[in-house]
């Protein structure tokens, strides 16, 4: 790819002319199927998930690979924390892989296709992609080609196409009853809260921040109002729209409250909210999801716009294997 095709070299060149944050639509679009005849089939060992344990994004696949004891039947590598050089013909920085797998601990690097970066893996997929090269990446083995990268559809074809090979195939994270309601919080969470911490983050100017930042704010009172009734934001049962908010919450004081300006009001200073995060973080698997050395490491170290010096504040250290008591409500 010449380095002179433009392209959105990371999220934080995504702005508008008013210095607000706009995020672009996933490019790879495809599904996996359960149909054994379509073109990408659920098949054990055939596909490969490529993440960052620092992404929100890519982490809520890898929460839903563990809930649903994918882990044997679908291989993930993660890249290094900080990004890197993609390339040496040009400037783009990115998510990269480790030289080898001691470099740095929870990062592995790729044998399967012998990618340096992510951004390889785009290449080997599309000769003429010029977008952005983001995780998760649901890579197909056999084909040798990126089959998604979109996150809000990785985990739907987890929680249904692969029944047959799953662990748990009996949970249920989207149940046909919920779906509506489900669908009408994820348009909500993702607009104020797990993209609008980015929006308070990457705004250029002082009124978009203002506006997200005071939309950010509304929602997490909402939720807080919600979690004081019931265990989880649609009752008593755990959907795909908790996993979708929870990545953000477990991210919300060690680094966003800092480094994206959202200090109005601590996650800990919520106490509903702050023990569903914890009563999230217990549900078998999702804990060895969160790596938050690795997720401290690529906020602060990897926008320099942000924190030039790339310094890693030492707090909060937060231990969300303490109890949370949210069971009373289920009972």
């Known amino acids: 790819m010449s380095s002179s095709i433009?392209?959105?070299r990371s999220a934080l060149d995504e702005m508008s002319a008013t210095g607000a944050f706009v995020r672009t639509p996933s490019t790879f679009r495809d599904s996996i199927s359960k149909d054994p005849d379509s073109r990408f089939p659920a098949e054990a060992g055939r596909y490969h998930l490529y993440v960052s344990y620092a992404c929100p994004w890519a982490s809520?696949?890898?929460?839903?690979?563990k809930i649903k004891g994918l882990d044997k039947a679908i291989s993930f590598t993660s890249v290094k924390p900080i990004w890197g050089r993609t390339k040496d013909s040009d400037e783009h920085m990115g998510w990269v892989f480790p030289a080898s797998d001691t470099e740095e601990p929870g990062a592995e690097a790729d044998s399967l296709n012998g990618a340096k970066s992510v951004r390889e893996l785009y290449e080997l997929a599309s000769s003429n992609y010029s977008g952005k090269f983001t995780v998760p990446v649901l890579w197909d083995k056999k084909l040798k080609t990126i089959v998604n990268n979109e996150s809000a559809e990785i985990?739907?074809?987890f929680n249904t196409e692969f029944n047959d090979i799953a662990e748990n195939p009996g949970v249920d994270l989207y149940?046909?009853?919920?779906q509506a309601q489900i669908n009408e919080i994820n348009d909500s969470t993702y607009d104020s809260i797990n993209n609008g911490v980015y929006k308070c983050g990457f705004a250029k100017k002082q009124e978009p921040y203002d506006?997200?930042?005071t939309k950010?704010?509304?929602a997490l009172d909402k939720c807080e109002e919600i979690l004081s009734k019931q265990r989880y934001l649609c009752g008593n049962t755990l959907t795909e729209a908790d996993i979708r908010l929870f990545v953000t919450l477990i991210r919300f004081d060690e680094v966003y409250a800092v480094h994206f300006k959202c200090n109005k009001k601590l996650l800990r200073e919520y106490p509903n909210i702050f023990g569903y995060t914890k009563d999230i973080f217990q549900v078998p698997g999702v804990s060895s999801t969160v790596h938050m050395e690795h997720i401290k490491k690529h906020y602060y170290g990897s926008h320099p716009s942000i924190n030039p010096f790339g310094i890693i504040p030492h707090g909060p250290n937060i231990d969300y294997s303490t109890p949370h008591h949210r069971h009373n409500f289920s009972n």
């Open 155 to 157: 985990i739907r074809m």
């Open 216 to 218: 950010l704010y509304e």
């Open 211 to 213: 506006e997200a930042v």
């Open 175 to 178: 149940p046909p009853h919920l």
């Open 6 to 8: 433009q392209m959105a």
């Open 60 to 65: 809520r696949c890898l929460a839903y690979l």
